[in-house]
């Protein structure tokens, strides 16, 4: 309960940190309340109350345990008509602004400026209470250099990810393969022929509550090489300072043949490897796979 | 009450009944959906089983609501007096009613091109094309576990498999030929979209049966809502337009203002195919979900405000006219 009720509090905070919709409700409610606004008394006593149930730490921990520990904060607030609710409160005030006008506008008295502008305001309120255009979760991305790879180009980078994955499955009706997370994260996506060694519950832990499987020690650290091998970039782009000493690259080298024993243990027959690794290391992985790789768009291919 | 306000009340009455028999179709097509993933899951059938199962069942369904549907129109129609009045009315449509109509109307329409054209969707936490996938490609409801396409050896929590929305997709996909992603990143979250302006249409109705002004402001604010709201996971604007396909964004879209809308209308006893819906398509505590929550708060509500009422009376006395 402990737990919950601090859940509760610092949901709160996240809550009400990305976006003031909140915010807008409360406004809305207060407006109802004191412009005596009750023809739907019902609905506005209802969502009054549960507002604030799902304010208050203590009672929103309540509502969270009734939801179960399967939903985080947020979701208390599926409890509240929080749309339906905004919307007919700002009917009702942009209602009233437009027909004070037209009763001005009979006795000859007000312009159309003053509704307009409120209107307008109210519809600039609205979105700055909300995301004010791109969302923080769609800004995705590392910077390489001056280029935001995945920012600038999304689509770009699909299209790459799901040529490489043809390539994979070309000839096979199944294929088991290992991959950069990008890759890995896309490939059941993409199709139902592509398994994996590992699942997307290792970098997307809210997945975990989908399922009882486990992931061995030794998947967990193929996990973990293809991480650092994902963030070996060109030595170029590094001051000489910051780029991998030889004893780096021996045990990298080290931990991929005993990481390259254990993906042919658990059945993988299709490796693919960032492109933009320098040559010294796609020539390590060659020799100890004893294959050549073939270069793909962004990618190198091994066929096991 | 003024006899024009009698017709009014009248004749939202029988749009109401015939968005609630789409309404209600649509959550009838659900409940089959479940009653089919649970045979499936229960006798181990194999998909390509269940998709003329469901077709079946599906095509009585629809069948059923467009019968009704065209005996209510049928019934509406008097003809003669009633018909010109109509016509008349409807040329006296204000130009302000046209502006907001058609304002209404293409901001629907961006959201629907959005969500029907648009490569973003909101994937965190979420493994539904994973899981549709490995069902058209085993043939079967979780054989495999999704993310790995590897058989189970611990399996899954039973409030998760006994949801039927991954199926219904599924069957979607065989039924119609489409690929997984057309089916869930586009298809459905295009039709959710359609189905709650439906419910917030018939919630304008409610709110704002004296003005159509009203009611289309109504709809405008809905839709800027969604815009606005599209910023964190657990906001119907994101749930809506980058996540159409998950349980949580059904049930916040469609099924939880339908309560609303059944509740209003004292119509209590049907909201309960809300509750039964929910239950089908996203986790709750064995069945104890946000709609019967709130079905019972509008309930409590409406007791309430019908005590202080009477306490009010009580209080005044009864009213002497000499």
Known sequence: ?304 | MRIQDIRKSGKQNQKSQKTDLILMGVLCLVMLAEAVHLTAVVTGSTLSFCAPLYALGAGLVAAAVLLLLLGRGKKKSTGGRADREKICSQSRVSLGYRILALTAGLLILFQLIQILAGDVVYLEGDMTLETVNSFLAADGIYRVDPLTGAPYEQGMPLRIKILCLPTLYSILCRLFSMSAETVVFHVVPAFVLVCGYLVYWQLAGIFFSESKEKKVCFLILVALLLYAGDYAYGMDGLGVLYGGFRGVSFRAWVLLPYTVSLSLRGKSMRAFLCVITEACVVWTFYGLGACLFLLAGMYLSGRFLAYRRGQRSEKEGPVCVS
């Open chain 1, 1 to 304: 309960m402990r737990e919950l009720v601090q859940n509760a509090w610092l949901g709160w905070q996240q809550y009400t940190d990305q976006g003031k919709i909140a915010a807008l409700l409360l406004a809305v409610l207060l407006f109802l309340w004191l412009g005596k606004h009750r023809k739907q008394r019902t609905l506005f006593w209802y969502t009054a109350c549960v507002t604030g149930l799902c304010i208050c730490p203590l009672t929103a921990a309540l509502l969270m345990a009734y939801q179960t520990r399967f939903y985080n904060y947020e979701w208390v607030w599926s409890l509240v008509p929080v749309t339906p609710v905004i919307a007919y409160g700002g009917t009702v005030f942009l209602a009233q602004i437009w027909e004070n006008y037209e009763k001005g506008r009979i006795a000859g008295r007000t312009g159309v400026w003053k509704p307009v502008l409120l209107t307008a305001c109210c519809i600039g309120v609205l979105f700055l209470c909300g995301s004010m255009g791109k969302p923080d979760w769609q800004k995705t991305g590392e910077r390489l250099g001056d280029q935001d790879w995945e920012e600038s180009q999304p689509e770009e980078k699909k299209q790459k990810i799901r040529a490489a994955l043809d390539a994979a499955l070309e000839g096979k009706d199944t294929i088991c393969l290992w991959a950069p997370v990008e890759v890995m994260d896309e490939a059941r996506r993409y199709s139902g022929r592509i398994l994996l060694p590992y699942g997307r519950n290792l970098w997307d832990n809210g997945l975990n509550a989908y399922s009882y499987e486990n992931c061995g020690e030794d998947l967990q650290a193929m996990y973990r090489w293809m991480c650092d091998t994902e963030a070996i970039w060109p030595e170029e782009l590094f001051a000489e300072y910051a780029r991998p000493t030889e004893e780096e690259k021996a045990r990298w080298q080290q931990e991929a043949g005993e990481n390259l024993e254990a993906a042919l243990e658990n059945g993988v027959d299709r490796i693919l490897i960032p492109g933009y690794l320098d040559q010294e290391y796609i020539t390590k992985l060659e020799e100890i796979l004893g294959i050549q790789g073939q270069e793909i768009d962004g990618y190198y291919l091994f066929c096991l």
